[in-house]
């Protein structure tokens, strides 16, 4: 739950700062602290992918959760519900709700989330959340401007969805063996990568529909010596 309550902290502070500043923050400095944390995320990625010591447990997971992904379009559903959420809301013309929404909508639906909720479940390890409450604070300071408060209560959200899968990954932790651990660690930082390259606009990876190679890669890390 570490990470999730930094990534709240800095999402408030972040809304506080930017209703402070009032669109004073160059977007152009914004999009260079964007970029840079961007390369981090990619870097840590690949450190957590160089962890792993099965690599063909790595290949299948990959495939297969790919495969499995694809089939129950996992990344279209997110965004399709998160465009009816959208509208509902535009709909309402409440500002408040606008901006809770839309901030709820950016930190939470998002690979990241789930990858690093599930980390610091398992191992403890917030790593992949502070980096993600670095960026949503930054972000978060261009929204408070914009939209104001209503930025702050996404904190709330953050902590429904982020930590309940922290609690739910700590919960099953007695049941995951360390060589699972190992291998969930490498293929979610294999898809942190992914992100990393997402945000750079690099290519678009399409992420979401490959979390499931993280549940196959615990199963395949018990079968492949």
Do not use: W
């Amino acid at each position: 739950m570490t990470g999730t309550l930094m990534n709240m902290a800095t999402v408030i502070a972040g809304t506080i700062l930017g209703m402070a500043l009032k669109r004073r923050m160059p977007e152009r400095m914004s999009g260079a602290v964007m970029q840079g944390l961007a390369l981090f995320t990619s870097f840590m990625g690949l450190k957590m992918a160089f962890g792993t010591e099965k690599m063909l447990a790595m290949l299948f997971s990959m495939v297969l959760g790919t495969v499995v992904g694809t089939a129950l379009d996992i990344e279209g559903r997110l965004e399709r519900g998160a465009v009816r959420l959208e509208a509902r809301f535009a709909k309402e013309g409440s500002g408040l709700a606008a901006g809770f929404l839309a901030a709820s909508l950016l930190y939470c639906v998002g690979p990241m989330s789930i990858i690093g909720s599930i980390e610091d479940g398992l191992t403890g390890n917030y790593s992949i959340l502070l980096t993600k409450a670095l960026m949503d604070g930054v972000s978060s300071i261009v929204f408070g401007a914009t939209m104001g408060i209503g930025v702050a209560l996404s904190a709330v959200t953050i902590l429904a969805y982020q930590g309940g899968i922290s609690l739910a990954a700590a919960s099953v932790k007695a049941l995951v063996t360390d060589a699972a651990m190992v291998e969930m660690t490498a293929v979610g930082g294999l898809l942190i990568v992914g992100i990393g390259i997402n945000m750079l606009g690099l290519k678009k990876i399409r992420v979401a529909d490959m979390l499931p190679a993280i549940v196959f890669a615990a199963v395949l890390a018990q079968i492949i010596p």
